[in-house]
């Protein structure tokens, strides 16, 4: 059988490599498979544990606000996240659950092949940049020595922007430069 995105949500739903995988539901990414773009986040919320889909919480509403201030939907982009299963309490998942995680997500950007890659926060950000903050990353392409051809356009996580006006507006700015990075690409 062909490894596809779908083989690999089929695969994931007999994974038991985490333990967060005993007490949560498996969210793999979704979206265009040959998306352009990936948007990566840390891990799935409540409401994405009962879908069983990523960034469909209010997180994921402020994220389809964003790519249409932009001129794009969900279904032009790929949306995934670090660890595939929601943490308790929506706890930070550990450095191991983050890890235990990594080979699904290096499998979705094989699959799907994105030009940019936007990390949401500072744990999507970790893995491709792991000496970078996100206070001084957000909004500026840079790019990676072990990815050739790949741009990384790190944002705030949209869901630390939901109460905070300020990083709303700085989500929404980094946005418009989103636009324009990609606008001088074409
Ligand atoms: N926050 C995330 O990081 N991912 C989701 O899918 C939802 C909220």
Known sequence: MPITLDYLQARLKEWKGVELARTANPVLGEGNPHADIMFIGEAPGQKENEQGRPFVGAAGKLLNELLESIGLKRDDVYISNVVKYRPPQNRDPTDQEKQACLPWLLAEIALVQPRLIVPLGRHALGHFLPDI??????????????????????????????????LRESLFDDFTALRAFLDSQS
């Open 133 to 166: 903050t996100i206070t001084n990353a957000h909004g500026k392409p840079q790019k990676l020595m072990n990815m050739d051809g790949v741009t990384v356009f790190p944002m705030y996580h949209p869901a630390a922007a939901l109460y905070n006006g300020g």
